[in-house]
T-cell receptor
């Protein structure tokens, strides 16, 4: 079945460094992708999204890159701060109106 | 102050009891969703509704029921038929067809005693 997966369950970075969180999807018909940030005990918070007609999209300190050839998605966070510590997960929509979610990468920012 | 609210934040249930989780939104969104989140797993879709008085089963609908009598409200009932109901339940909404971004509420943690 359709799946979305993250390459690493955990990622630890130093404050001020850039973070890269990767995600792979299985459905080549996926046309919409979204990244969420979830802090402990809270609901997911929308970060950024991208449609399949784009390769890159930038927000405030975040960039999402989409490589449709290898079905890979990445989230880059510039100048990572302690407040960025959370679980990040991606989701994709392919062929239906439902989103398929990955399991999440826990980002820890060390001071 | 616009957003999605869920209540209660924590809920405890005895085995054999039905419980209803509340989800309300004042974003004027047409679509609403219920997800279940378990440790180490991605979000799994329980039910969703694209319009008032209509809803569809998601991937894990067994043991759950919903209603959509008002645009703003999408309550989820966890019935005694749900074998493993202890989980974190998340409600989300989106503007509707063709607009995919889903915004989430703060969640309800249900524990079966």
């Amino acid at each position: 079945g359709e799946s979305v997966g993250l390459h690493l369950p955990t990622l630890s970075v130093q404050e001020g460094d850039n973070s890269i969180i990767n995600c792979a999807y299985s459905n080549s018909a996926s046309d919409y992708f979204i990244w969420y940030k979830q802090e402990s005990g809270k609901g997911p918070q929308f970060i950024i999204d991208i449609r399949s007609n784009m390769d890159k999209r930038q927000g405030q300190r975040v960039t999402v890159l989409l490589n449709k050839t290898v079905k890979h998605l990445s989230l880059q966070i510039a100048a990572t701060q302690p407040g960025d510590s959370a679980v990040y997960f991606c989701a994709s929509r392919g062929g239906s109106e439902k989103l398929v979610f990955g399991k999440g990468t826990k980002l820890t920012v060390n001071p | 102050d616009g957003g999605i609210t869920q209540s209660p934040k924590y809920l405890f249930r005895k085995e054999g009891q039905n419980v209803t989780l509340s989800c309300e939104q004042n974003l004027n969104h047409d679509a609403m969703y219920w997800y279940r989140q378990d440790p180490g797993q991605g979000l799994r879709l329980i039910y969703y509704s694209q319009i008032v008085n209509d809803f569809q089963k998601g991937d894990i609908a067994e043991g759950y029921s919903v209603s959509r009598e008002k645009k703003e409200s999408f309550p989820l009932t966890v019935t005694s038929a749900q074998k493993n109901p202890t989980a974190f339940y998340l409600c989300a909404s989106s503007m509707g067809r063709g607009t995919d971004t889903q915004y989430f509420g703060p969640g309800t943690r249900l524990t079966v005693l």
